[in-house]
């Protein structure tokens, strides 16, 4: 079962291939699709889905099994449909999965796909009528002396040498048009029709000289072995492009000090990563028309790791596992701050009456957090989590570094509960 014809680059393939492939497809540099798919994949995670889809469709060079196949051997049996079908499925799963947590939603892929198919698409299309072909004339246009049978038919159910026919047929009413025979001199080697346009040759039959036909004949000439091969050219490899991301990263860095230290901006550690893993994307944007230098695409990676690893969250110390919290004086609660390492806690303090202003913190590094909060007395709950989603009386809240405040004070001049939750990757849930 053979899907596609596009093969899975086996050299020069950073991932899976699919980039390299289709980069060698379609005769562009590599790079920019590789920029093209992270681009996409912050896109409600569309690039992710459909690099998944092409590694399990694509085979690689030299192989027509789908991957599919080779993983899971309850496939082989399946047909082409069900195949698409289940990677499909497959796709929609993982938008629906990593889609809401990523920075980009999946209306921007939308409207691009839009605009790139009534921007470009739909006007690189024929602009010629339902029916009518670019060799064909229309009824109004063809001559009433000589009709074309063939033409009479539709031209998306005409085969190809009926088309080619029809065109044919048209060239020869054509040239009868623009020739024009005296009524009383007939055709023959001594009188040949006179021509009304001079300067448009005649239609005539080509018969190729005896020494064309020995030429078409011949067997090819045996190449010269002995020839040395000329070495393939050398890439181009600009030697301004290294000062210009230097240039980049430099005046990036350089931004970000003078906002931090002499304007008194709050810049987080995760901008100077990004200002140097963006520095290195234009780099590499402009290396796929100038040339790539050495060293700036295994840079360019480590500096994207490098970004990720400081966006996945860190664990704290603390015990690990499902934890239970249950307060219901005031004199239980912790003074200092709490710190769990891993899994689910739960803060019940359905029966706390409150009788005096106090302020308890809980850190939780990976795991979900549900706060039961006392039915009466003033509360405020501050909570920030950096990966996560949060839903409370105030409403639901979903994304990448959240933080919020509920208060419910219902005697302004009564003692208050302030509740500090903070999570690194997990859901606040806060209920009355």
């Known amino acids: 079962m053979e899907l596609t014809p596009l093969r899975r680059a ?22 920019v699709l590789r920029i093209a798919m992270v681009l996409l994949g912050l896109l409600g995670g569309l690039g992710v889905a459909f690099y998944v889809g092409a590694v399990l469709l694509v085979p690689r060079d030299g192989s027509a099994e789908l991957p599919l196949n080779r993983l899971l051997p309850a496939t082989r049996s399946w047909s082409p449909a069900a195949s698409i079908g289940a990677v499909v499925a497959l796709g929609v799963l993982i938008v629906a999965l990593i889609g809401s947590w990523l920075p980009l939603g999946i209306a921007p892929a939308v409207g691009l796909g839009f605009l790139w198919y009534f921007g470009f698409y739909r006007r690189r299309q024929p602009a010629n009528p339902a029916g009518a072909s670019p060799g064909l004339p229309s009824d109004a246009a063809r001559p009433a002396t000589a009709p074309l049978q063939l033409a009479e038919r539709p031209t998306q159910t005409m085969t190809d040498f009926e088309r080619a026919a029809a065109e044919w047929h048209q060239r020869v009413v054509e040239e009868r048009a623009r020739t024009a025979v005296s009524p009383d001199v007939q055709d023959g080697p ?56 230097l240039c980049l990263v430099g005046a990036g860095l350089a931004a970000l000090a003078v906002a931090s230290t002499v304007f008194g901006v709050n810049v987080p550690p995760i901008a100077y990563a990004g200002t140097v893993l963006g520095a290195f994307g234009v780099g590499l ?148």
């Not at 050299?11 to 790079?31: H, M, N, S």
């Not at 011949?218 to 050219?233: F, G, L």
């Not at 402009?286 to 969250?313: E, Q, Y």
């Not at 105030?394 to 933080?403: A, E, H, S, T, V």
Request: charged residues 15%; contains cysteine.
């Open 10 to 31: 086996s050299t020069g393939a950073v991932l899976g291939g699919v980039c390299a492939a289709l980069a060698r497809r379609w005769q562009v540099d590599p790079t």
């Open 190 to 245: 001594s009188n040949p029709p006179r021509l009304v346009d001079p300067d448009v040759p005649r239609l005539v039959e080509y018969r190729p000289s005896p020494a064309e036909q020995v030429a078409a004949t011949a067997p090819p000439p045996v190449p010269n072995w002995t020839t040395p091969v000329a070495p393939p050219a050398a890439r181009r490899r600009p030697g301004w492009l290294w000062p210009l991301v």
């Open 285 to 432: 944007l402009i290396a796929a028309f100038a040339g790539r230098p050495r060293g700036i695409l295994p840079l360019s990676v480590l500096a994207g790791l490098v970004t990720v690893a400081m966006l996945l969250p860190v664990p704290h110390a603390g015990p690990i596992g499902d934890s239970t919290y249950s307060y219901t004086t005031m004199a239980q609660l912790p003074s200092a701050a709490q710190s769990h390492g891993a899994g689910d806690i739960t803060i019940d303090l359905a029966a706390l009456a409150i009788t005096e202003t106090k302020r308890v913190e809980f850190d939780s590094g990976l795991g979900d957090v549900q706060v039961k909060l006392p039915a009466t007395g003033n509360i405020v709950v501050e909570w920030k989590t950096a990966m996560g989603d949060y839903r409370g009386p105030d409403g639901y809240r979903d994304g990448f570094d959240l933080d919020g405040t509920y208060s419910r004070l219902t005697d302004p001049s009564g003692p208050t509960l302030t509740l500090v939750i903070r999570t690194g990757a997990g859901d606040v849930r806060v209920s009355a």
